[in-house]
């Protein structure tokens, strides 16, 4: 999620600039521990899942967030390297409500991936609208390639190996990643794909898209509380797990395994 207008300066950049942060890399290690956990069978499965896929989606929101950040500083916006969202840090997207509250509450009680975190964009120092609205573009692009490259094994029909909780577990977190970019697409003020639109529209439409947009993904959460737009909402999911080859039988297992307390 990329949002915000914050002042731009262009100064010398340190290389820690743009060097994976120690915590990001902490959280790599972690998904890659617990997958084998999790492939092995080792301890507790259900706590292994939770720790894999909790770590993959963490993992998976930093690359989100990165894109944002690499595509605006490519296009104009220095000042994203010293705000520290090159380095991947999980901690540098940090909103309290959009980073933590909403997309662990949505994970635990709905099994849907909400994107947190906020990249904040000196649009004025981009250079032009093509690259503005591209900027919001690789953030759900990132979560759907994503899904992809997580579901190619069982397009290569490599899911015969180690704990059937692993092959759920990944495709719980594939799961995850459409959701995330389906949410994300939506053309909503203050929402990746109503902000993709920005850019384009008349300064009167985009002083109303400003007034909405700080209520944006609220409202798309309500909207999801309601029975009929959240079975549609996932009707389209599935259509779409279907097309890149998604397991659905699959994702229901994965979510089990994942609540533990339940």
């Known amino acids: 999620m990329a949002f915000g207008r914050s002042p731009g300066h ?5 290389r820690e600039a743009f060097r994976p942060s120690p915590i990001f890399l902490g959280i790599v290690a972690l998904f890659i521990v617990s997958g084998w956990m999790t492939w092995t069978g080792f301890g507790n499965v259900q706590i292994d899942v939770f720790l894999f ?6 993992v998976s929101l930093c690359l989100h967030e990165y894109a944002h950040a690499l595509v605006a500083y490519k296009g104009g916006d ?4 010293h705000r520290g969202y090159l380095t991947l840090d999980p901690m540098k997207y940090a909103h309290p409500l959009l980073s933590f509250v909403l997309p662990v509450v949505f994970l635990l009680i709905g099994g849907i991936g909400l994107p ?7 649009h004025g120092a981009i250079r032009n ?5 591209l900027i919001s573009f690789v953030g759900p692009a990132t979560n759907m390639v994503l899904a992809v490259v997580l579901v190619v094994p069982f397009a290569l029909g490599l899911d015969t190996g180690g704990d059937p909780a692993f092959w759920a577990a990944l495709a719980f977190l594939a799961f995850l990643q459409l959701t995330a970019s389906i949410l994300n697409f939506v053309p909503m003020p203050g929402v990746d794909g109503g902000n993709l639109l920005f850019p384009w529209l008349s300064p009167q439409w985009q002083r109303g898209f400003n007034h909405v947009a700080p209520y944006g ?12 737009i959240n079975a549609w909402f996932f009707e389209v999911v599935f259509a ?23």
């Open 129 to 133: 609208r093509f690259t503005d609205s």
């Open 78 to 81: 220095h000042d994203v390297a």
């Open 10 to 14: 262009v100064a010398g950049l340190p």
């Open 116 to 122: 947190g975190g906020a990249v904040w964009v000196n």
């Open 217 to 228: 993904m609220l409202l798309l959460i309500a909207l999801l509380w309601s029975p009929v």
């Open 240 to 262: 779409f797990g279907d097309v890149i080859g998604l397991p659905s039988s699959l994702v229901g297992d994965g979510l089990d395994l994942f609540r533990f307390w339940s």
């Open 53 to 58: 896929v909790a770590a993959g989606w963490t």
